[in-house]
């Protein structure tokens, strides 16, 4: 999936621990697009802008749209991926048909995330003191 850095900083003395989150930019296709990604092995509903492009990819590898003696040349009349794309053809040299329909079809999410897929954190927590009864009773604990 996609790659991000976080960074952390972590104080011995308060034990306070924190991760900065990161924008990270994702999107979701309309239905008439994800049927085509998932179509070509994507599984879910939520990609990358990349992920899309190599799904796209497979997707018309799989349906050998492509004309094998001109490869740059894509062939989509009478398929889905020719219906969203409003064309009968479009080669990669001139991509603009294909990005005029992810524009159309891609909704953009902005999730903030950390490193660990979980939301943003800070924890401040220290033990004044533990003690344990003899006779097996409850710990008792004493957070400040």
Known sequence: MASFST???CSTSDSACRISPRQIKQVRPKVPLLKILQAAGAQGEIFTVTEVMHYLGQYITMKQLYDPREQHMVYCGGDLLGELL???SFSVK???PLYAMLRRN???LTIATTGFNMPYIKMNISIT???IDP???PVKKVWR
């Open 7 to 9: 960074s952390a900083q």
């Open 94 to 96: 001139d991509p603009s």
């Open 135 to 137: 006779h097996n009773n």
């Open 129 to 131: 003191s533990i003690s």
């Open 86 to 88: 409003g064309c009968q």
């Open 106 to 108: 891609l909704v953009a």
